[in-house]
Every structure is written in structure tokens, then in C-alpha cells.
């Protein structure tokens, strides 16, 4: 399961809205669970699929991207859309499976699929009577 707080990022957030202006918010995403997978997506409009970099340790997943300015050479009148790189981490919890993490950038949406781990789905036991006869039981 996703971790959904994580006290120090609020902290960050709060720090970079501080001292960084508009790019606070440059990597935003949504999270849900579809049946036995946890999907995320995360916004990077203008991103090259090639500067993505994606990285997991322990239960730990680090977004990175880059977005190059395009007014470099000019005289900028207005500079609005943060350029730079970018990173984001999700605390991902023991029940997912990271080793089956997949990721695919469609339209500026990075999508990664992360499946619930298989010790972590609900199975069934077999219980066995004095009768002998054995019964299911959800576990």
C-alpha cells in the first residue's frame, strides 16, 4: 500500500514554495488502487521520455525528470513553467511487489502500475473437521 503522509514532504513543499516560487508543485500525481494494483500518475508536460529516471531502494521510489527551458538564447518576457530537474519519492509499503513495477509515458502522464505483492493477497485455507471433511476459509 502507498504511504499516503509523509511529514517531512509537507515540510518540503512548504520550504520550496518559500524560497523556489512556482516550481513547489512541479511534479504532481494521483493515486489509487485498481483490483491488485496500485497505479500513480505523475504530470510532466514538456518532459522527454529519454531524461526520466526511475529508481527503487528498499521500498523507496525516486521519480527523476528534466525539463529544459525554452527561452534560453532569448530575452525572456515571461517564464512561468519550471525548467530544471525535478525529483519526487513515494514510500511504497512491504505489501507491493517492486520488483514488478512498470512505467509508460503517454501525453505528458508518467503512469507506473505497481502490483500487490502475492504474500500480501487474500487466500484461501482448508480446514479439516473431526469428520474429516474439509471446509474453505478466507484468511
Avoid: C, W
Wanted: glycine letters at 8%; aromatic letters at 8%.
Amino acid at each position: 500500500m502507498l504511504m499516503r503522509t509523509d511529514p517531512f514532504r509537507e515540510f518540503d513543499r512548504i520550504t520550496q514554495r518559500l524560497f523556489e516560487g512556482a516550481q513547489a508543485g512541479a511534479m504532481p500525481l494521483d493515486a489509487y488502487r485498481d483490483g491488485e494494483t496500485f497505479v500513480v500518475h505523475f504530470d510532466l508536460p514538456g518532459v522527454r521520455a529519454d531524461s526520466i529516471d526511475l529508481e527503487v531502494e528498499r521500498n523507496v521510489l525516486t521519480v527523476r525528470a528534466e525539463r529544459g527551458s525554452v527561452t534560453d538564447g532569448y530575452e525572456t518576457v515571461v517564464a512561468e513553467r519550471p525548467s530544471g530537474t525535478f525529483s519526487r519519492q513515494l514510500f511504497l509499503g512491504e505489501t507491493l511487489d517492486t520488483a514488478n513495477i512498470s512505467a509508460e509515458y503517454t501525453d505528458g502522464v508518467l503512469t507506473l502500475r505497481v502490483p500487490v505483492a502475492e504474500q500480501a493477497k487474500p487466500r484461501k485455507i482448508s480446514v479439516v473437521g473431526g469428520s474429516g471433511q474439509a471446509r474453505q476459509i478466507n484468511a
